[in-house]
C-alpha cells in the first residue's frame, strides 16, 4: 500500500523561507512523478508544482513561479518543496500527490492524473 507523509509545515513570517518534504513508501518512487498541491480555507484545492519521474522536468503554477523549488532526492523516497519569499496569500494545507500511472510523460497534472495523496501539512504565513 501507498503511503505519503508529509511534513516541515509550520509558521512563518512573510518573506521567509520554509522547505516541506514527502516520504513515499510502498512503490517505486523513481518510476513515478509527484506534484504538491494546496488548499486554503474556504477554497478549493489548487496545483502548486509537480517534477517528472525522471526529474528532468518542473512544472510551476505561476502564482508560485520564481519563489518555489520542487526537487526530489530518490535515494530517500522523498520530494521537496522549497518556499521562499513567502506570502500571506501562501497560506494553505500543502499535499504531495503521487502520479496514478507509472512512467508518466503527459503534460496534464490536474488532480484526477494523481492516484495517491499525503494527509497535508499546514504551512502559515504571517504578515
Known amino acids: 500500500q501507498v503511503q505519503l507523509v508529509e511534513s516541515g509545515g509550520g509558521l512563518v513570517q512573510a518573506g521567509g523561507s520554509l522547505r516541506v518534504s514527502c516520504v513515499v513508501s510502498?512503490?517505486?518512487?523513481?518510476?513515478?512523478?509527484m506534484g504538491w498541491f494546496r488548499q486554503a480555507p474556504g477554497k478549493e484545492r489548487e496545483f502548486v508544482a509537480y517534477?517528472?519521474?525522471?526529474?528532468?522536468?518542473?512544472t510551476y503554477a505561476d502564482s508560485v513561479k520564481g519563489r518555489f523549488i520542487i526537487s526530489r532526492d530518490n535515494a530517500r523516497n522523498t520530494v521537496y518543496l522549497q518556499m521562499n519569499s513567502l506570502k500571506p496569500e501562501d497560506t494553505a494545507v500543502y499535499y504531495c500527490?503521487?502520479?496514478?500511472?507509472?512512467?508518466?510523460?503527459?503534460?496534464?497534472?490536474?488532480?484526477?492524473?494523481?492516484?495517491?495523496w499525503g494527509q497535508g501539512t499546514q504551512v502559515t504565513v504571517s504578515s
Open positions: 510502498g512503490r517505486t518512487f523513481s518510476s513515478y512523478g
Open positions: 517534477i517528472k519521474w525522471s526529474g528532468g522536468m518542473t
Open positions: 500527490a503521487a502520479d496514478r500511472f507509472l512512467l508518466y510523460n503527459g503534460i496534464n497534472h490536474g488532480a484526477t492524473t494523481f492516484g495517491s
